[in-house]
């Protein structure tokens, strides 16, 4: 038998193929009939969608099959949020079990800007949502919000449950921006995500939301 092992282009055995665990060489066709069905092992950091809404005049969103056992991170956009009926903003609670944790116990620190050279902060260690922005939408029909946000250790009963989040809204014309963080500080396994409507003066919201979990395999 003809010792190849050294010639270029040179295959040894067949490599093994599972999901995201691929060990061996690799042809070129075999690694982009990998990559079409999602299953080449350098898919670390891909973003993974796990649920789309689009809403219309509501207070309250949920998302309830956030996946929490498969992701340490996840990632939500927010996008053309509008209010109507009055002032308001948008926050975060979590289901911990199930059980939507409703009471003044999360943590929040924000800061927000626009284009007048107005600059403010929000903050709060009792509070019963991460808030994610302050918006006083006018009335102009261009007038929207869009947020991003990351949220970390959420299917980890041992640890909190973090969110950075970062965004800009238009308001009768003005340009504004906002970031911050926040903490729920209760080792709980969170299992659901709700957005909320959070001055509770009327107001409703309208837009859409996407939740992804950012793949660590």
């Known amino acids: 038998m003809v010792d190849k092992s050294n010639e270029y282009g040179y295959i040894p055995s067949s490599p093994t193929q599972a999901r995201n665990a691929n060990t061996g060489v690799f042809e070129v066709n075999d690694v982009t009939d990998l990559l079409l069905a999602e299953q080449w092992s350098g898919n670390f950091g891909k973003l993974e969608l796990i649920e789309t809404q689009t809403f219309s005049g509501v207070t309250a969103v949920d998302f309830t099959s956030i996946?929490?056992?498969?992701?340490?991170?996840?990632?939500?956009t927010i996008s053309n949020v509008d209010f109507s009926g009055g002032q308001s903003s948008l926050g975060f609670q979590f289901y911990e079990s199930g059980v939507l944790e409703t009471a003044s116990v999360y943590?929040?620190?924000?800061?927000?800007?626009?284009?007048?050279?107005?600059?403010?902060?929000?903050?709060?260690?009792?509070?019963?949502?991460?808030?994610?922005?302050?918006?006083?939408?006018?009335?102009?029909?261009?007038?929207?919000?869009?947020?991003y946000a990351y949220l970390y250790n959420l299917g980890d009963?041992?640890?909190?449950?973090?969110?950075?989040?970062?965004?800009?809204l238009e308001d009768s014309g003005v340009l504004k921006?906002?970031?911050?963080?926040?903490?729920?500080?209760?080792?709980?396994?969170?299992?659901?995500?709700?957005?909320?409507?959070?001055?509770?003066?009327?107001?409703?919201?309208?837009?859409?939301?996407s939740l992804y979990g950012i793949s660590e395999s």
């Open 67 to 76: 996946d929490e056992s498969t992701y340490n991170v996840h990632f939500m």
């Open 107 to 147: 943590q929040y620190a924000n800061q927000y800007g626009d284009t007048s050279g107005f600059f403010t902060e929000s903050k709060s260690t009792g509070r019963d949502v991460i808030f994610i922005n302050i918006a006083n939408f006018g009335a102009a029909s261009t007038d929207s919000g869009h947020t």
């Open 157 to 168: 009963s041992s640890k909190h449950s973090y969110v950075t989040q970062q965004g800009v």
């Open 177 to 209: 921006m906002h970031f911050g963080s926040g903490v729920l500080p209760q080792a709980s396994t969170v299992n659901g995500i709700r957005l909320k409507e959070t001055i509770g003066g009327g107001a409703t919201v309208s837009g859409t939301a």
